[in-house]
């Protein structure tokens, strides 16, 4: 069953590349942004960056929908090596990382063009800081500063390509 987690920084498309794949592959998209707990919410509305201990019950449930609802995607920033080890450990299946990566310039204006998000453009750099990149044999990289149409092409070509 497939599993893809779509993992980057806030700000770098995650929502929409995931809505876009969904459409293509017909795999229902879950947001993880709205897995969050009401504090973690409130805590980034406010500018304050999750600790380890304020993740930890969102990325559980996060590993929940893995676990039960394959196929499936979701958007969730999965930011250091042990996130993305706990999504595995609790999905019950193998999990693919596709990771939307950019300049930081195109990522902060994006954020700062946003309506309706809680995430300010104020906690990238502390996202950035906590990024653990993973490397090529753990995600299959995707660079955000290509057309949608090519990031979910390049993103269906990845999972085509480990489960044919």
Request: overall charge neutral.
């Amino acid at each position: 069953m497939l599993r893809v987690v779509i993992m980057g920084v806030s700000g770098t498309g995650k929502t929409s590349v995931g809505h876009a794949l969904s459409a293509r592959l017909g795999i229902p998209y879950l947001d993880g942004d709205d897995l969050h707990p009401a504090a973690n919410v409130a805590r980034m509305a406010a500018g304050i960056p999750l600790t380890d201990d304020d993740r930890w019950p969102w990325l559980d449930r996060v590993a929940a929908m893995l676990a039960d609802r394959p196929p499936v995607i979701i958007g969730c920033s999965a930011l250091r090596r042990v996130y993305r080890d706990r999504l595995r450990a609790g999905a019950g299946g193998a999990v693919q990382f596709l990771h939307l990566t950019g300049p930081r310039d195109i990522i902060a204006a994006r954020m700062a063009l946003r309506q309706g998000h809680y995430m300010p453009t104020a906690l990238l750099d502390s996202q950035l800081a906590t990024l653990e990149p993973p490397t090529a044999l753990e995600a299959t990289p995707l660079d955000i500063t290509l057309p949608l149409e090519a990031l979910v092409e390049a993103a269906a070509q990845a999972l085509h390509k480990d489960h044919p």
